[in-house]
């Protein structure tokens, strides 16, 4: 835990901040913090929470629900693929590994070296839970103070956008190649261009595996 | 609250489900015990980079140049994050100046009319 809690101060900031921002839409709605820190114990995702605020009315369809959330967070079927290896020497605590695996979090495991001398399950399952309480806290803080004070939240949500533009930029830094980050950016950006802010996220996802795909056959090639 | 306290139970669950679900796709076709195909090894380890710049995007996916304020904020906001970032490698403070320099922009400078 001690060992893990320093890497996790980026998504400490940006999740209090965000988290704080759900939880002040949730109060909106009629949920208390209560229900706010439910919610993110058991949902835990920050779109796709985002998105549920407007699911609390009646006669939603669950279909609709389903539907929703799963577009909403399709991206993270490419994190899965990822950490295929990692979580599968975890045991019974990939389960958790899996439940956990949001966007910040995975940024997360993939910038971070398991330190030397530390059990690299622990490690992995305390950055987890960890990212998962400063949610919680985050979400609880929000429907709270939001409902006792007033105040012009408009723009807080940035904080996402920060904390990937920080991620990104550690990976360049970091990075020997950057021509998956180049793939990632332009596949996104031309398809957001094509198919609109709505449906724009498979399409990217298709054109980035496929060109990632072939950017290694070219090399293979090169290479002999 | 707009709907029962078993309904909204009922929604969080769903929605639960659903996210955990998405997760575990990957999971279910590779489990434990099943060698994972090299290319699946191969995009696992350039997944990671193209992911984050296409989250990069998808946060500013609703970002309008062509309508007032022209992204403006955002451009401003990122710029001073990938600066003071690449300046002081201080997540925190990366972090934090953008959002609330962010914040102040929309709210004064560019505030909706």
């Known amino acids: 835990m001690k060992e893990a809690f320093p890497y996790t101060i980026p998504v400490l900031t940006g999740y209090l901040f965000i988290g704080f921002a759900f939880g002040v839409m949730f109060q909106e709605k009629g949920y208390n913090f209560i229900w706010a820190g439910f919610m993110s114990l058991l949902d835990y995702a920050g779109s796709g929470q985002y998105l549920a605020v407007n699911f609390f009315v009646p006669g939603i369809s669950l279909l609709h629900i389903v539907f929703l959330e799963f577009m909403v967070n399709i991206r993270h079927i490419f994190y899965g693929l990822s950490m295929l290896e990692r979580f599968q020497k975890m045991g019974g605590k990939r389960w958790y590994m899996i439940f956990s695996l949001t966007d910040e979090t995975y940024s997360l495991l993939c910038l971070t070296k398991v330190p030397q001398g530390v059990d690299e399950t622990k490690f992995l399952l305390c950055l987890a839970a960890l990212d998962q309480s400063y949610w919680i806290l985050g979400s609880v803080l929000g429907a709270a103070v939001g409902s006792a004070v007033p105040f012009d939240a408009t723009g807080i949500d940035f904080a996402m956008t920060a904390l990937f533009v920080v991620i990104f930029v550690e990976q360049w830094l970091t990075s020997g190649s950057h021509i998956p980050a180049y793939i990632g950016l332009g596949c996104t950006l031309l398809c957001l261009l094509l198919f609109g802010s709505g449906n724009f996220i498979l399409p990217s996802m298709i054109c980035i595996m496929t060109l990632l795909l072939a950017y290694r056959k070219g090399e293979k090639k090169y290479a002999h | ?113």
């Open chain 2, 1 to 113: 609250m707009p709907i029962s306290v078993w309904e909204s139970i009922v929604v969080i669950l769903v929605v639960g489900i659903t996210i955990f679900f998405t997760r575990l796709i990957p999971f279910l076709f590779f489990p434990p015990g099943k060698e994972i195909p090299p290319t699946v090894q191969y995009l696992g380890r350039v997944l990671p980079p193209a992911v984050i710049g296409m989250l990069v995007v998808y946060c500013l996916k609703a970002v309008s140049i062509v309508q007032f304020p022209f992204g403006v904020p955002e451009l401003v906001s990122v710029l001073a994050v990938v600066v003071l970032h690449v300046w002081k490698r201080n997540n925190l403070l990366s972090i934090g100046v953008g959002t609330v320099l962010y914040m102040a922009l929309v709210q004064t400078v560019f505030a909706a009319a």
